[in-house]
């Protein structure tokens, strides 16, 4: 045997393993991802929504502290955490409230609010929503960090599964043309080819898509990273300050952000003592304007008890690695032509797992196995598989 | 058949299609409107080429 054909059965059998071991996650992952490119689409369908007040053109936001007394008079007892705008209603906003401030924001409830009128709109319930289900499966299977993680190594997995297929292509592609799928063939025969010319066509979406997701699953620890890290830092002077037992005007905040950041626009505010601040600021995130720039944010940390601001910084390498490999991994940033885009290329993928395995059984069965089919190319032509 | 192809052969339209797809992915991110286009068509592209050769060979 050749030194070539050696290294190629050892790239078959990485294929084989690393496949076998993640499809069933990754046909998880495609299946409950294809409804959620289209979340806002079908929660809009399902959900009927209090619309906000219409509001001509240049109508000034009404003022947050108004605002958000409103939201706490409807939440008795809670606190705030966050306060966010909507990124695709610019009518609304929506405040995150906990029982205490260091309780777990996922079970925080959401007020939306009117942006304009500063009047309360609804609190919908989204955790039985069907979407909601499809993002807990999607994300960490209701197992929290540990699943996050898991599937985050089935991503990876999934990762070397694709490059150990491009190197596998070539054997099976030594006597055939770019596209050739042999239709007069027995199914087998048929199978291999939609496995080989749909997984070659993917081969970058399907990477790219794989990746981002694996690094998307890291976003608690990067949080984490950047608390511990930069937020540390910018806010080391007030590490053993007292808590400030009343805050300064919430509206005053974001105007001092606003202006300390000229040209991004808020997209959400910390409150003092959450995940994303220190206990004496309001941390406000600001983001640009082209479909980039508004993935990555810009921290303004304004000090809670003067009003005044403290520092902003670009966020770290290792959080806008995170924010932009976001879009890429939801479809979200082209419009609806390219969710339906980004639906096609998951079913295909779909194809190819369905595909991949069925491959896997019929070989064991007839005895013929990726590596030796590869070290013999011409097995594919094996009268124990075609007719 | 064919007589056996070299990897040159066998990688070129892959390479391509890798190429301009990654050209789609990067684009919707950098621009709206006509950059949100080029994603549509150089994503579409592998749907496309998939459908294409299995129709095209497809038994009656």
Known sequence: MTATTKSLRRWGAVHKWTSLICTLFMLLLCITGLPLIFHDEIDDLLHSQVKPAEAPAGTPPANLDHLLANALARAPGRVPHFLIWDRDEPGAVWVSVGPTIDADPTNNLLVRMDTHTGAYLDSPDVTGRFTYIMLKLHTDMFAGLPGKLFLGLMGILFCVAIISGIVVYAPSMRKLRFGAYRAQRRRVVRWLDVHNLAGILLVAWTLVVGFTGVINTWADLVLKMWQFGQLAEMTAQYKDRPVPTKLTSLNGAVEVARHAVPGMTPSFVAFPGTLFSSKSHYAVFLHGDTPLTSRLLKPALIDAETGTLTDSRDMPWYVSTLYVSQPLHFGDYGGMPLKIVWALLDILTIFILVTGVYLWMRRRKAGVSVERAIANAASIDNPALTS | ?60
């Open chain 2, 1 to 60: 058949m064919v007589a056996h192809r070299s990897l040159t052969q066998i990688f070129a339209v892959p390479l391509v299609i890798a190429i301009v797809s990654t050209v789609g992915l990067i684009s919707a991110l950098v621009g709206d409107g006509w950059w949100d286009a080029v994603s549509w068509v150089a994503l579409g592209l592998p749907v496309l080429l998939y459908l294409l050769f299995i129709w095209r060979r497809r038994p009656n």
